[in-house]
């Protein structure tokens, strides 16, 4: 559960190949994200250069606010299943979320 | 006679070497792309549509088979000779057992400047042969595995760009006929070679950045994205001469055989196989054969077709 | 006689069914949209060129009437037969006052495939329909309220992409007539009808994308969404025959009383009646009037025409 | 007032609808805004999918860096203005941002 | 006669002063000046493969001499009637010794549609013109010192995408000749007005938002913004006229020395000479000069041509 | 050397000129950068709008993720060649990555 007074939710922010973006969502949303914003990118990591001009070598930044238990969950999933073989960074930070008053506790 | 759309190739070629800021943006490479496929296949269709289509059957199916059949000859050299990872070796297999519908599309233009007549329904073949290596290649890396998701790999290529533009266009060709794409032709016919040039010119520089990664893989990527296409075309222009077609048609059967994928089979396979380095394939593809078939391959191709021709 | 941008559309929208990864890129669409839409407005413009303004002047009051009045039909449909929230029907009653550029061309093509003349000073009553139904659909919603930003409306809506463009190509094609045009006539006529077919080809998937919604909304929308052209294309049709049009000019007539606007007036609505649910009214415009108008509702107000002509 | 020794001030993250893009960042200027970036993005939320290729679905991504007062009263004034009716996620977190030494103060 | 490419300039200018929505997609703006960079190259080096290559190289040195000179010329009256700060006069006399491409693509439509012959090889000056006036404005603004990483500035510029597309295209023209080009004439030589048309309609947007920055900037640059091309147009002319140059050689020499880059420029001194404001220069070349040549300028410089002749 | 057991590390978020994107590029990998995540933006900042329409008003969001000593470092290099001439913001903050188990210590 997050710290409900103030708010306090997890940001997963991962970076990777655009050719798996839709299954990354998809295993996100199975793993039971509420939502994500995704964006187009380029970047350099390890696994070398992604320039974003050629299918193959596009790559995509996603986001993922939720309770730090579930954002925890996720980005093990994630590391699992594609660390391994794809381009792909992970990292997380606290965010305090501006909450919508009917919506109670829609992030739990 | 020296084709103006080799010309843009090279100088994309040329300004990508040299590290020229040149580009064309993402969006318009792709309109160039959805144009070509639409136009190969309208063409087609047209043509198609006074061709008795269960004729035709027998030869589909042999060129499914050879789809079928070309990665399997790929796969030991690549595992034996280029000592390769068995999933890399699976994977460019794969790439050359599929089709590179932009090497298809320069030799169409290559015979329409000679007035070289060829089978109509050439586009047909193109859309078979997408599909067989990628599954070939799949079962080479992973062996029939379970836990290969074959209903997305299917739904991936079949639904994929590619298919949908060639077949929809074939269709459309083939339901309207030539009087019905007369309104149509000024943007899918009369332009095609001016879109096929500039498609060409981005290609020049993404074969440029390709090249980058040469060094890294040694000479054995480089001798097999020559010789395999050599040996496959050959391949290819036999069955086309089997097939009875004429000089044109046996031609571009040859270059089906010595094209290889990169759009389709690379986007598949990092799906399906995603422990095989996909800039391996990609820079034998796109950064040799891609090149060696545009400026070199095609008239070769033609050669095997007339020399074919006055054997028999 | 089937037309190929017909067949363009149900490409692309039975891809999207079927969830293909095929799309055009969001600046080609907009691109296309730009052609058409400068398109119309010039060949509009050229003609009135050899038309006497002030003949029309009564035309213009008459339609002006119309985008006033359809609104305002629909909207007691939607809000006792159909029982919708206040904003959401004076939403959709908006969105059917307007006009939908995409079908107009549509209908030009299915015109012109068929040689029949219409009048061309079409264009301009495209023009004059966006405005009048936002009005109206505002007020519905909100009443003659203070806070609504009207100032905002008509800036967003008169200076909108797709009335500067309509109406300064007509402005153009006015000021330079049919000699002015011979040289830009190779982008923006000669490629019209191919522009047309990519432009379908997109409207086909978005289309396949906004069915999605249907199961949520439930029978009435689909009703409302094919009942509400086929009577209002009667009353456009009417309107064109008190007119004294000829069949082509009754038919277009009927088009833009039948079709329903998806880019203008969602836009402004989104920002004017930001409680009325976008989806609601974009389903019912785009998943279900837009196709049927393209498919069935062109060759329906066609027969409207040639009904009233035969009887007078 | 911000930590001034150490440069500690909010970054305001909005994800929201295109179609009100402009008038949020009018919105936000009028407030106080001395700057903002904004990112073209697509989502997933509560009101459902935004792919970004259709006019209405398209989503942004827009980021505020000002001092904590400042940015708890433009994110009030987000939330009171579009929460209700229009796809809109708001959260913040510190950044310690690098200063202009010829600027001094001027995020205060 | 009126040019319709003028109204769709107007028709941008006065909807972007209205703060309209309407904006060309980035990736469609690339596309457009791809194709005018392809097709003026294109066009000329089809003409030069019939000229004598030798004949022109002492013009092509004078060509390079002016590059030099006129931002001298500009450089005292910025720095001394300006009071620009040094670093801004280098960098608004670099503009203006430069080039703009768009200029001259709309004299060459001017030229065209009043049937009046022009040298062919006049795109290679465009060429020629850009480099010197960079390397000018950067030892101005510097002096010869030693942190200037010429390599990089030449990199920049040299294979920059105007020069490139533009010399690649005079090669490719010149390689294949007439015949050669036939079969890509659709794209890149008939669609050359309409695209043009299109290129002008995002020009006058673009100019309208610098147009914003005006106020702040005063007099003086609006001043130097119109002072300037027409001295430097008629210095141009002077040269074209010495040359012994055609009537439309002569106008064409003058829009080159007229016209002030907004493309190739500002890119280079954003990154050599960092401390000069570019929001000044753009402001000048793209919201002053620009819109000035294309509604005013071309039409003096013809009559520039037209009265040294009358003198001769 | 970065919090190990913990896996925090510095994010630095540069917003920048479109116009010098390669050049900011090179300049961190020269520094030791051993990634970088960029983004085309708008933007507005006290070197006025930058609406990415133009060439040069183009504007860009670029992320380099690496140890609080290096992350430092290049902001410091960063403030020192780009601030004065440039319209440039860097901020930092923390974030948990989540570590490549055989890439161990290679943000080190
Ligand atoms: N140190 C870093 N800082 C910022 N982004 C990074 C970093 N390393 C990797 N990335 C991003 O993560 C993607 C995948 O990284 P990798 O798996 O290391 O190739 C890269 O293409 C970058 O977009
Ligand atoms: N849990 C989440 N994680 C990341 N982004 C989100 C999340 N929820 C919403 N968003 C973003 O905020 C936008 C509006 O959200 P909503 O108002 O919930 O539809 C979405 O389109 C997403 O881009
Ligand atoms: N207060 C701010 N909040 C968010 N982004 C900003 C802020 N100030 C500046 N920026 C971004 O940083 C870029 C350069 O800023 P500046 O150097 O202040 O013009 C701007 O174009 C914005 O993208
Ligand atoms: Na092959
Ligand atoms: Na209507
Ligand atoms: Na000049």
């Keep these: 559960m997050a710290d409900a007074e103030k708010n306090i939710y997890k940001l997963m922010t991962i970076m990777t190949e655009a050719a798996i973006e839709n299954d990354v969502l998809n295993e996100l949303v199975k793993l039971g994200a509420k939502g994500y914003t995704s964006i187009d990118a380029r970047g350099k990591g390890h696994r070398g250069v992604r320039n974003a001009a050629w299918g193959l070598s596009a790559n995509v930044r996603i986001e993922v606010m939720d309770t730090e238990e579930n954002v925890r969950k996720m980005a093990a999933a994630m590391k699992e299943r594609y660390y391994r073989n794809y381009a792909m960074l992970i990292f997380l930070h606290d965010v305090e979320v501006i909450p919508h008053d009917d919506l109670e506790g829609v992030w739990e | ?312």
Excluded at chain 2, 37 to 66: D, H, N, R, S, Y
Excluded at chain 2, 246 to 267: C, F, H, K, N
Aim: no cysteine.
């Design chain 2, 1 to 312: 006679m020296l084709d103006p759309i080799i010309l843009f190739f090279l100088l994309g070629l040329i300004s990508g070497l040299l590290r020229s800021e040149l580009r064309l943006p993402r969006s318009i490479y792709e309109l160039l792309s959805i144009l070509l496929l639409l136009a190969i296949g309208l063409k087609g269709g047209v043509e198609l549509a006074k061709q008795p289509f269960l004729e035709l059957l027998p030869q589909m199916v042999a060129v499914v088979l050879m789809g079928f059949v070309l990665p399997l000859i790929a796969y030991p050299m690549l595992l034996h000779l280029g000592r390769f990872k068995r999933v890399d070796a699976a994977s460019i297999a794969a790439h050359y057992g599929s089709v590179s519908v932009g090497t298809f599309a320069v030799a169409v233009s290559y015979l329409a400047a000679r007035n070289i007549f060829f089978e109509p329904y050439m586009p047909v073949f193109v859309v078979l042969l997408e599909m067989p290596a990628i599954l070939v290649g799949i079962m080479l890396a992973k062996g029939i595995s379970k836990d290969t998701q074959w209903g997305m790999v299917a739904h991936e290529v079949l639904l994929g760009k590619g298919i949908v533009l060639l077949a929809g266009g074939l269709i459309i060709g083939w339901v309207v006929g030539p009087e019905g794409i007369v309104s149509i032709k000024p943007l899918f016919i009369d332009l095609f070679k001016g879109v096929l040039a500039l498609f060409l010119l981005e290609m020049g520089i993404i074969t440029a950045g390709q090249m980058g990664s040469l060094r890294s893989y040694g000479l054995f990527l480089i001798g097999f994205g020559i010789v395999a296409p050599v040996i496959f075309g050959l391949l290819g222009a036999l069955l086309g001469f089997f097939f009875g077609l004429s000089e044109g048609g046996i031609t571009i059967m040859a270059v089906l055989a010595a094209s290889a994928s990169y759009i389709a089979v690379p986007a598949a396979m990092r799906l399906s196989v995603p422990e095989a380095n996909p800039s391996l394939s990609l820079t034998a593809s796109l950064g040799i054969t891609f090149p060696f078939n545009i400026l070199f391959g095609v008239p070769l191709y033609h050669m095997y077709a007339q020399y074919l021709l006055s054997m028999a």
